[in-house]
């Protein structure tokens, strides 16, 4: 039954988006008898795949291209998308007419009636979170998947049961929405924290504060699950209950791998149970087992039981985009990792391979340090490294400063095409081609996975780069 606060009303929707926030919020209202207009700076064709999904829905004025005043002024609820900047010139429009603002996030926290196990972080937060929903799910349990991880689950918020689990990846840009409604998740789980988005957020110290929302609002009957190797984030202030995990272990509550790694430790209360997490775990890489520690230990703290666990990390698959093989082509792998688009995330994915890398690095310029980043190409000796789009030249700067030799070889390249095709004639047998920027790509695509999609349909064509050779899909 539609909700009375929704119907008939005027209302305008910001940013209709690509990733499920605007649509959902679109769905959501369409449902409730809201009269809407979804206004975005994107044409019609940027916006291709969520307008087909609305395109039986009924009572929506679209006014795409550009903004209108009135559609600021004359409304009397506006739902803003996350990455609307604050002092948006439309929104201070609306605050002056006195029309309010909310976003998806909000609309779907101030609905829900189920707990919330939420994940932040400036890399890992995606794998971590979508780990947690699956040893949940394992439990028998109905648990609901949403978030900044690509789905809106406002649609579907009456459906949600107060006995279900909810698990939510939230971004710095959500949280800081959400730190309005001074509201906090019952588990918050914190991955780790470095310096991203201060295009948008102006400093690091701006950057963290929208960060510990994820904790700011919670009381002594809610959990705080921090990672202890993060010299930042183990120091975050909750009145929560606080558990740690780590790669090692200082004698803290929480998870903790012992020193033979092969099994890991979570103590509470002077109580102690050993689990095999890192048996569990088939991702590579030592950020893919850090990022089930933090899953692991959220269940614990939800006392999941071991078999809940092992089953949920045992069938864990790479989710799209993040360190996923997506072919294997005459003896080399395609690696696509569009969503590292940190330093901090590229680092850690160069660290997941002992074979040799041809790595595809660079692009949009969200005002990160990419010295961190150079340094691990040339420290891994990388063998090979395709520059992309604005920050290629600059990254290229600080590789001619580490290797002066030109050990490691590089090109700018002028676009995908021409970066794939140099990177593969580059490869022999047994390499890695690694996509994993390091950067965003807004430059020279729509978003990650459109660069991530262009990377697996090049690859999966890429027998014709070598002779002989047909390409073979991971799954297969």
């Known amino acids: ?8 009303r005027r209302i305008t929707v910001m940013g209709l988006g690509s990733f499920g926030g605007g649509l959902g919020a679109v769905q959501f209202l369409a449902q409730q008898g809201a009269r809407i207009t979804v206004t975005d700076l994107r044409s019609a064709a940027d916006l291709a795949e969520p307008l087909a999904q609305l395109a039986q829905t009924r009572g929506i004025t679209y006014h795409l291209g550009g903004h209108q005043r009135d559609d600021f002024t004359a409304a009397e609820l506006i739902v803003v998308s996350p990455a609307v900047p604050k ?4 929104l201070q429009l609306a605050i002056a007419a006195g029309v309010p603002l909310t ?3 909000n609309l779907f926290w101030e609905l829900n009636r189920a ?3 939420a994940v932040t972080g400036s890399n890992g937060k995606s794998t971590t979170t979508a780990m947690t ?9 109905t648990c609901w998947l949403g978030g900044n991880i690509g789905r809106s689950l406002l ?3 009456d459906q949600i049961q107060p006995d279900d689990a909810v698990v939510l990846e939230l971004s710095s840009f959500q949280l800081e929405d959400l730190d309005r409604l001074q509201r906090s998740p019952h588990v918050a789980i914190v991955t780790n924290f470095s310096a991203n988005h201060l295009d948008r957020h102006g400093t690091l110290s701006n950057y963290r504060d929208a960060k510990q929302a994820i904790l700011r609002w919670q009381t002594p009957r809610d959990i705080a699950i921090l990672n202890q190797d993060d010299p930042d984030v183990v120091t975050w202030p909750t009145v929560g209950r606080t558990l740690y995990f780590g790669l090692s272990d200082a004698g803290r509550d929480g998870l903790f791998l012992l020193h033979r790694r092969r099994l890991a430790v979570f103590r509470n209360g002077g109580t102690e149970t050993e689990l095999a997490v890192p048996e569990w775990v088939q991702l590579p890489g030592s950020h893919n087992l850090q990022n089930a520690l933090g899953a692991a230990c959220a269940a614990c703290a939800l006392e999941v039981s071991a078999a809940a666990m092992e089953s949920g990390l045992r069938g864990f698959k790479a989710l799209p985009h993040r360190l996923e093989l997506v072919a294997e082509v005459a003896g080399r792998c395609f690696f696509n990792d569009s969503l590292a688009t940190t330093p901090e995330s590229a680092i850690v994915a160069l660290a997941a391979f002992e074979q040799p890398i041809i790595l595809f690095a660079g692009g949009y310029d969200k005002g990160s340090d990419l010295f961190e980043m150079a340094r691990a190409i040339v420290f891994k000796q990388v063998k090979a490294v395709a520059l992309m789009g604005t920050t290629g030249p600059r990254l290229n700067e600080l590789l001619d400063q580490l290797d002066p030799a030109q050990r490691i070889h590089r090109r700018v390249c002028e676009n995908f095409t021409a970066a794939f095709h140099w990177a593969v004639a580059q490869s022999e047998p047994g390499d890695i081609l690694l996509l994993s920027p390091g950067c965003a790509s807004y430059d020279w695509f729509r978003n990650f996975v459109d660069r991530g999609t262009q990377f697996r349909d090049l690859a999966l064509t890429s027998s014709d780069l070598m002779p002989g050779d047909r390409p073979r899909p991971a799954s297969s």
């Open 133 to 141: 929903h699956a040893i949940l799910q394992a439990t028998g349990r």
């Open 87 to 90: 002092d948006n010139p439309y």
């Open 1 to 8: 039954m539609p909700r009375k606060e929704f119907t008939d």
């Open 155 to 157: 649609p579907v918020v």
């Open 103 to 105: 976003s998806e996030m």
């Open 115 to 117: 707990p919330v196990v």
